[in-house]
């Protein structure tokens, strides 16, 4: 990561974190770092968050954003087929003036979820391109896409998932409500994720996933590992970095250097012992209260992927792995459990959800005690020690 990249990282991690500070906490903020390289952020974040526009004619909106008598001004093209992008000019074709406060865009692109959807823009509608029949529809069309850029509340995983191209719902896989259901709590958080398994292998650039979870996680940093170079895919928010996960120590390079995470997702190769490999390495480099989650649980029967040929998955596979960590989460209540202390993965697996095809580990203390000696004794009645 180059100096310039390095310092970009650490101006997005600021906003992100003032995205919840007091107003003159972001105001100093945007003091210091400037307001055209907030501005700049700000716009690069809306226009990654934009659906995809519906209009069918190219309209030019014009973003304004003020911070006390400073302002600055952003033409954006916004047309059906094409990515939304930047455009010079002076303004003369402009169909929509947009102008916010910084703070209150600050807000609506890194605080909590449930942004106003008015009360915070002036607007001006102009004439220009009055003479093309659809040029209001087109224009409210346009306008609606940017707005629902300058926010984080429209995030229907699985609508995210098609979006991107992701096949964790509504095709290969139905994953997006587990997701959903044990990310939410994590949305207004500025998380740390990495996924093993970026997509495309050698045909292809990949990346659906990684986008997904940058939209979906508007305060997240998202990082991604391949055995490819995927670099190409690298963002504002998204880092696609180069491991491997049948080598721990790779893994663990990985961990040193964008850890502690908040959830860990294996979407890899799904080989049985890489499974197992990853996980107990990037154990330590999931925070207290994260989630590990592991993907494509099928590959346990499959003997190509190092699965059991038999009726139940072995102990080496994945889901041998989940039933072991069973046994783990109750350790307590075994009679050795009191002679030895307990491994990593005994003393911090909390929780363990299994549903078809994938399972969601929670990280946390398994301090819990097991069932009392003395009660044991007591219930076996008297004779028994
Ligand atoms: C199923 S795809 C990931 C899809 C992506 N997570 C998504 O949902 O869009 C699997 C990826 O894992 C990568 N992969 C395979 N073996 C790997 C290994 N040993 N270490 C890291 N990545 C590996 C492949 O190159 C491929 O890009």
Redesign the pocket.
């Known amino acids: 990561m180059s100096s310039n990249d390095k310092l970009d990282a650490e101006h997005v991690e600021r906003l992100i974190t003032a995205g919840t500070a007091p107003d003159a906490a972001v105001a100093e903020l945007v003091d210091e770092l400037g307001l055209d390289t907030v501005g700049e952020i700000l716009i690069d974040e809306i226009v990654f968050r934009c659906p995809p526009p519906e209009n069918t004619t190219a309209v030019t909106i014009a973003l304004e954003v003020v911070h006390g008598v400073r302002r600055r001004r952003t033409l954006l093209r916004v047309m059906r087929d094409e990515p939304i992008s930047q455009v010079n000019g002076d303004g003369r074709a402009v169909q929509m003036v947009l102008e916010i406060d910084v703070l209150d865009l600050v807000r609506r692109i890194f605080g909590p979820v449930g942004h106003r959807r008015t009360g915070d823009f002036r607007n001006a509608f102009l004439p220009s391109g009055l003479e093309h029949l659809g040029y209001l529809r087109d224009t409210a069309l346009a306008t609606d896409t940017l707005l629902s850029g300058c926010g984080n509340d429209s995030v229907d995983l699985g609508a995210l ?1 098609v979006r ?5 719902w509504a095709s290969l896989h139905w994953y997006a409500p587990h997701y959903e259901h044990h990310f939410e709590r994590f949305r207004d958080h500025p998380v740390r994720l990495l ?8 045909r292809e650039l ?5 986008k ?1 979870w940058k939209r979906y996680f508007h305060r997240g940093l998202i990082v ?5 170079d ?1 670099s190409l895919l690298n963002q504002r928010r998204l880092t696609a970095a180069v ?4 080598v721990a120590e790779e893994l663990a390079a990985i961990g040193d250097l964008y850890g502690p995470f908040d959830i860990v ?1 294996d ?5 049985a012992e ?1 499974i197992r490999t ?1 996980f107990h390495a990037l154990l330590p480099y999931l925070r207290h209260d994260g989630i590990y989650v592991i ?2 649980l099928q590959t346990s029967y499959l003997p190509e992927f190092g699965g059991s040929a038999g009726e139940a998955a072995e102990p080496y596979t994945a889901v041998g792995l989940v039933k072991q960590l069973v046994d783990d989460l109750h350790f307590q209540e075994r009679a050795s459990a009191a002679d030895q202390p307990p491994t990593l993965t005994q003393a911090c697996v909390t929780g363990i959800h299994v549903y078809h095809n994938i399972v969601f580990l929670e990280k946390g203390t398994n301090g819990e005690e097991g069932f009392p000696h003395w009660l044991r004794q007591l219930l076996a009645g008297p004779g028994h020690s």
Request: aromatic share 4%; glycine share 20%; no cysteine.
């Open positions: 998932a991107y191209g992701s096949d964790k996924e093993i398994g970026i997509g495309g292998e050698d990949g990346g659906a996933s990684l997904m991604g590992v391949d055995i490819f995927k491991a491997d996960q049948r997702i979407d890899g190769s799904h080989v890489d990853a993907e494509d």
